[in-house]
């Protein structure tokens, strides 16, 4: 082997976000806060990729709140939501921090409703599981206003903000972060990042479900990414489904349903009336999915296998003024609320499980930072509704202060060439002709009905068994024949879907493994033959970690700070 | 909609590295359950060329990323339903350049809009400033701007940032920093892009509005607010500022170089069997420019048994006031108007100029119920036909050809184009040809403003009629017929082009009569 220069340009900077939604876009303003060079990247177009957008709301104990509502409260209802396996450390930051952080994105140029008069917040929202109304938002269509306002204001400080660059395995040395490994879509070319500290955003992983409300890119890359480069996950059983998503017509498939109504069977029954004669279907999410789950698997779903809803209270101007983007795409698929029913279905919403962090959203890896749904422990067994728009400004923020100070005091290392070449290889294989490839949209195809089936709103042992062994088959038979038409290499969509099937199936195992080890129903992990929650042997983390061999190693750790 | 057919689907492929130019693939697609273009776009991708570059993210209308262009028009792919046409063109967004095939490449929006940001701040970082007090009403335009997801099928639907892209700014970016001027705690500082790039090119045709997938009148409100400003009121063509003074002096926009049509005309025309009656309003082209037509519109009324109102006390509707940022100097206008059509005791107004009745329709009338005018019936002459139904025997001449030009505001401005093709396919002696690219701005309203600009895009307009071989180019806009005749003199063939009024007496009618000054 000659000594040759490589090839590749090596782009220089002090911190590397990757992930351009919310909690990206927080944490690169952090960290250019704190002087650093920063340098953002997102496998799309950064803040039109993410799952940001469709957030509407966020959840925050503040000077706008009910007078009995408190910082303190907000905890104790993300606690009880979570059945008590959240992060304490981090739910208390998080309440604590909720209220500055909302004033601070409105001095960004964010503009939250106010009340009538015109003085304080208007805390619209209170969704099941919340004691008070504290939900503040902009009409409906939240999560875009804020992170255009980020995104101008990271304009404004000069960030560099790179599209199209699909983050494909961080360099590691001695458990020190010294860059990663880039597959630059535009250019069709890896490109290698030095950075003294990275902070992954990189959101959820919808996409390993049929049916999700999730964006296209939400496949879940950054826990892999995090898991190869050693990093510690948990709770990665913990997945939640938004109960009430369209299931047809096809092009509108998990889009979420807000507005409020009745749940119905195929025999027009009203069965949350059995579940929960209280509280009907103001329940938390984990629990109307579970029963919505159950009429299905039941035999007593609608044409196209959900159940129905039906308005409560329809007026057609209330709809159009708070519903409006429901409304009109229910009209136009020709469904109107005044008499028709929707058809709805759980629909794999939101992760959170994830990347383990403390309190400054430090992992194990020295230099790793992690912020956002990619991050796990904030919210237990179950999320509460709007605290994961809130979560992400809260933590990325944190996130980039800190990788950013971190940076500050580290001194610039080259990245090892070996792992640079381990990478290029692992593109270079995708590239190599192969008997009946197989191409990443089609493995995909395969991982989601298998995580649909195995890994469901309801699990069972026997099922998660044999979708373990499906896992560990797809690894070792199909990746090997993954494979991508080259005749173009600029903006490949092939390579892409490939590289994100990859990361999946790793995904779909460790989600898999991880659940098994959770023998009891807690929030959105409902395993049937355990239907009780016990907290004697479970008031625990499932903790994952990854062994020489690559495989994930699982510990049940006492959940921190409890009693 | 699960639907047994076929597409013939053509997409453009092109990578400006690889290839020397563009082509076209061409797909046969069974779509079968498809109702969505980018669920077309993933059916390629998936079973037929793994190569299609395109973008998508949401899926839901709210991210903005997937859009392209499908035939001719800019949409959203992911909102957008497969056409029931013979053939599904998909091409990248106009007016950016291509990354490969459907993608194309912002930066030059990302550009702009990041100096736009530069130039504006909420404290510009400074910490500590408190929330300002919102009360919703200041923020009503705020409101209406806000929706944007930057899908930029505004500035692909622009016919101005076609011809001129690296000096116009485009709606796009108007429409943002009209946004964030609405807001009142931003603070500016610096040029602003639509003092950079050249606000005064739009040609107020509406098509970004027209095309948005979020329904914002980019024109309306983001245009037109930004013309509001001091700055550019200041910067205003001479002949612009002018407005006022000389409606205010002669009641029209122009200086008289002959006796105006309504003093021509007297102010009630009356037919021998009265069936109904009806204002007519000229407005400044007819009543100066093209007379003839105007004539020939009272006198098919008339024929028609329509009571033919025309007070004299008439000024211009002002629509171009509003259009230039003048708002404040338009409602005296449409005050003075107001009275005169109240007086006349009679709530139908009909009008033959585009622009005209787009300003009576939408700009004059208010909610108030207190308001009299609000009652009146407004029609465009196309819309009066229909109620009035004329037929017309054919003269068993040779079938006269034409084609069709679409006034912005007709068919944007009031949402006419249907009424004037069925009333030129009625008419038993007229072959209709469907004109390509009918409703692409003529340049009308830019002769003012930039000749080069207004020039290049009534050529365009002139080289697709000619191309259509016809014999009349029909519209039914004056500021369209002048522009356009211009443009077509320029040829030898020169086509003439008509209003509907002028070719319905040409062919059928008789000649209007000249009338004395009297009134009946």
């Known amino acids: ?118 003085k304080g917040f208007f805390p619209g929202g209170q969704p099941a599981g919340h004691s008070y109304p504290r939900s503040l938002t ?97 709770d990665m059983e913990m997945f939640q489904f938004y109960p009430v998503s369209m299931v047809y017509p096809k092009f509108l498939r998990g889009l979420n349903i807000n507005f409020p109504g009745k749940l119905l069977n195929a025999r027009m029954e009203r069965f949350m009336e059995k579940v929960d004669p209280v509280n009907l279907e103001h329940v938390t999410r984990d629990k109307l999915s579970q029963a919505i789950y159950r009429e299905i698997k039941k035999g007593l779903h609608t044409a196209h296998g959900g159940v129905y809803l039906e308005a409560s209270n329809f007026d057609p101007e209330l709809y159009r003024k708070r519903f409006p983007t429901e409304y009109r795409y229910c009209l136009e698929a020709g469904i109107d609320l005044k008499k028709d029913r929707v058809e709805v279905a759980p629909a794999a919403h939101f992760m959170m499980g994830g990347i383990k962090v403390g309190p400054d959203c430090r992992t194990n890896i020295r230099g790793l930072f992690a912020a956002g749904e990619v991050t796990g422990g904030l919210h237990g067994a179950n999320r509460l509704a709007n605290n994961a728009l809130m979560e992400i400004f809260v933590f990325g923020k944190i996130a980039g202060t800190h990788a950013g100070a971190f940076a500050r005091e580290e001194k610039e290392k080259v990245p090892p060439r070996g792992l640079v070449e381990d990478a290029k290889r692992e593109i270079q294989f995708l590239f190599r002709p192969k008997k009946d490839a197989i191409r990443g949209f089609a493995l995909k195809g395969i991982l989601r009905e298998l995580m649909w089936d195995k890994v469901g709103v309801i699990k069972n042992m026997p099922m998660l068994e044999e979708g373990i062994e499906r896992f560990q088959e797809m690894r070792e038979s199909l990746l090997p024949r993954l494979g991508v038409d080259v005749s173009h290499k600029k903006y490949n969509h092939d390579i892409v879907e490939a590289l994100e099937a990859r990361a999946m199936v790793k995904l779909g195992l460790l989600m898999a493994q991880s659940a098994t080890m959770r023998k009891e129903s807690r929030g959105a992990h409902a395993l049937e033959g355990y239907p009780q929650q016990d907290d004697q042997q479970y008031l625990k983390n499932v903790v994952a970690r990854r062994k020489a061999n690559g495989d994930g190693e699982f510990m049940l750790v006492p959940v921190p700070g409890a009693s | 909609m699960s639907q047994m057919r076929a597409a013939h689907v053509k997409i453009y492929r092109f990578d400006p590295e690889g290839d020397r130019s563009p082509h076209y693939d061409e797909f046969r697609v069974e779509i079968q359950g498809i109702t969505k273009v980018l669920e077309l776009l993933n059916l390629i991708y998936e079973r037929f060329d793994s190569t299609l570059a395109y973008r998508s993210s949401c899926r839901a209308g709210k991210c903005g990323i997937c859009s392209v262009m499908v035939n001719g028009r800019a949409v959203l792919a992911c909102r957008e339903n497969v056409p029931e046409a013979e053939v599904v063109v998909i091409e990248p967004l106009s007016n950016y350049p291509v990354v490969r095939d459907l993608v194309v490449d912002r930066g030059t929006y990302d550009q702009r809009t990041t100096e736009l940001a530069s130039a504006t701040g909420i404290g510009n970082g400074r910490s500590g400033l408190p929330p300002q007090e919102w009360s919703p009403s200041n923020f009503e335009s705020y409101d209406r701007l806000a929706n944007c997801i930057e899908c930029l099928v505004c500035d692909a ?141 009272v006198q098919i009324l008339k024929s028609l048994g329509v ?194 009024a002028e070719l319905i007496e040409e062919l059928y009618g008789d000649k209007p009569e000249a009338t004395s000054s009297v009134t009946s």
């Open chain 1, 1 to 118: 082997m000659t000594n040759k220069k490589p090839s590749l340009d090596i782009l220089d900077t002090d911190v590397l976000v990757v992930g351009g939604g919310g909690a990206g876009m927080m944490a690169a303003l952090a960290i250019a806060q704190q002087g650093c060079r920063v340098t953002l990247v997102d496998k799309g177009i950064p803040s039109k990729g993410c799952a940001t957008l469709m957030a509407k709301q966020m959840a925050a104990a503040g000077p706008w709140s009910y007078p009995q509502d408190s910082p303190e409260k907000h905890m104790q209802d993300t606690l009880a939501s979570g059945c008590y396996i959240n992060n304490r450390a981090l739910v208390q930051v998080f309440v604590t921090q909720a209220a500055s952080t909302i004033e601070e994105l409105e001095r960004m140029g964010m503009l939250f409703e106010r009340e009538a008069s015109g």
């Open chain 1, 138 to 234: 902009y009409k409906e269509t939240s999560g875009k206003m804020v992170i255009d306002a980020l995104r101008r204001q990271a304009m404004r400080r000069g960030i560099q903000m790179v599209p199209d660059v699909l983050t494909i395995r961080l360099l590691v040395e001695e458990n020190q972060i010294r860059g990663a490994v880039c597959w630059n879509i535009t250019r069709g070319e890896i490109e290698v990042i030095q950075s003294k500290a990275i902070v992954l955003a990189t959101g959820g992983c919808g996409q390993l479900y049929p049916m999700t409300s999730n964006p296209d890119q939400s496949t879940g890359d950054g826990y892999i990414l995090g898991f190869e480069a050693g990093a510690e996950l948990t």
């Open chain 2, 157 to 297: 639907s622009c016919p101005v940032l076609a011809l001129s892209g690296e000096d116009y700014g485009g709606p796009a970016l108007f429409r943002q920093e009209a946004f964030l001027g609405s807001d009142q705690r931003i603070l500016r500082s610096g040029l602003s892009p639509s003092e950079r790039l050249h606000l005064e090119y739009c040609s107020t045709c509406k098509a970004c509005s027209a095309n948005c997938p979020k329904e914002i009148e980019v024109f309306d409100e983001a245009v037109r607010g930004l013309r509001r400003r001091k700055t550019f009121q200041d910067s205003l063509p001479e002949l612009q500022k002018g407005y006022a003074q000389v409606i205010e002096k002669t009641g029209s926009l122009f200086t008289p170089y002959k006796i105006p049509l309504l003093e021509q005309l007297p102010e009630v025309i009356e037919p021998e069997f009265v069936k109904e009656e009806a204002i007519f309003f000229p407005g400044c082209m007819m009543n100066m420019r093209f007379q003839g037509a105007g004539k020939a519109l």
């Open chain 2, 307 to 500: 009571k033919v109102h025309l007070p004299r006390e008439m000024i211009c509707c002002g629509g171009p006031l509003l259009w230039t940022g003048q708002d404040e100097a338009f409602k005296e206008i449409r005050s003075k108007n107001i009275r005169v059509f109240e007086k006349v005791g009679v709530q139908r107004l009909v009008v033959a100029c585009a622009g005209c009745g787009m300003t009576l329709k939408k700009d004059y009338g208010k909610p108030s119920a207190r308001d009299v005018f609000s009652q009146f019936l407004i029609d465009d002459f196309t819309e009066y036909l229909e109620h009035l139904k004329p037929t017309y025997e054919s003269r068993k001449e040779k079938k006269r050809r034409v084609t069709y030009h679409d006034p912005c505001h007709l068919k944007r401005g009031q949402g006419i184009w249907d009424e004037p093709r069925r009333w030129l396919k009625a008419l038993p002696d007229v072959e209709f040809i469907e004109l390509r690219d009918s409703d692409r701005c003529c340049g009308g309203m830019l002769g003012t403003v930039n000749r080069d600009l207004s020039n290049a895009l009534s050529k365009k307009k002139a080289e697709a009629i000619i191309e259509a071989n016809v014999d009349a180019v029909i519209t039914e806009c004056p500021f369209c017929k002048d522009m356009i005749s211009k443009a077509l003199k320029k040829d030898e063939k020169r086509i003439p082009v008509l209003m509907i």
